[in-house]
């Protein structure tokens, strides 16, 4: 299994422009998550779905769109880009039984200017 | 889910048990303890978790207090890629966890040659 893969792992973008970050997972999970992390700081909850067709919203969702239209897939996407969305971004998945442990992607690092 | 208090930084020898604390006093009955970390530039990745009585796997093991206002989580022999944050993190697990994780700043762990 290749686990959770995210592309791309880097990309700058100019402020206003749009662009969709990609997460795949192989491994059937039914819940999948997208976390951002800010230098020197936690992981925040944007967005997570519980199933295909199903989002909503977590800690820091404004500026940010998701879709589910399968269980494998889980694109972010970003409309009008800001320097504020310059972070790190990591895609997520797991199952809901068992220790609920989340399975992380490497990670996609986005710079706006 | 309950707030926890970790200690910004600390330093381990190579070869030495490296204890980490875990202050979560406003924890619930139904709240368990989950320890991840994050090596750095990587996704997070779980470690362990336990409700109330101390839990052992390949990985480390963790001790809960009676009172489960505190937890330690134990590297039994630190290496130099145990250098990493570390996260603890108390959730409600039943639900499988569909809200998604709530990372504080972590503590980070340095483990010197």
């Known amino acids: 299994n290749a686990g959770v893969t995210q592309t791309p792992k880097f990309r700058i973008l100019k402020i206003g422009q749009s662009m969709t970050l990609q997460c795949t997972q192989d491994?059937?999970?039914?819940?999948m998550y997208w976390y951002r992390q800010d230098p020197g700081m936690g992981l925040k909850l944007i967005y997570y779905?519980?199933?295909?067709?199903?989002?909503d919203k977590g800690e820091v969702p404004n500026g940010y769109n998701v879709s589910r239209s399968t269980t494998e897939d889980f694109p972010l996407r970003l409309e009008l880009a800001a320097p504020s969305q310059t972070s790190v971004y990591f895609c997520?998945?797991?199952?809901?039984?068992?220790?609920?442990?989340?399975?992380f992607g490497p990670g996609t690092r986005l710079t706006v200017l | 889910d309950a707030k926890t208090t970790q200690p910004t930084s600390m330093d381990c020898a190579e070869g030495r048990a490296a204890n980490l604390p875990c202050n979560h006093s406003?924890?619930?009955?139904?709240?368990?303890v989950y320890w991840y970390r994050q090596i750095h530039s990587q996704g997070p990745q779980y470690i362990i978790h336990?409700?109330?009585n101390n839990e052992t796997n390949e990985m480390a093991s963790l001790i809960i207090t009676e009172d489960r206002k505190s937890s330690t989580l134990i590297l039994p022999h630190a290496t130099l890629r145990d250098t990493a944050v570390y996260y603890c993190?108390?959730?409600?697990?039943?639900?499988?966890?569909?809200?998604?994780?709530?990372f504080g700043k972590g503590t980070h762990l340095i483990i010197q040659p």
């Open positions: 336990g409700l109330k």
């Open positions: 997520a998945s797991s199952y809901p039984s068992g220790n609920n442990e989340q399975f």
């Open positions: 491994m059937n999970h039914n819940y």
């Open positions: 406003t924890i619930s009955g139904n709240e368990y």
């Open positions: 993190i108390v959730r409600v697990k039943s639900g499988g966890g569909a809200d998604g994780l709530t």
């Open positions: 779905s519980v199933g295909a067709g199903i989002t």
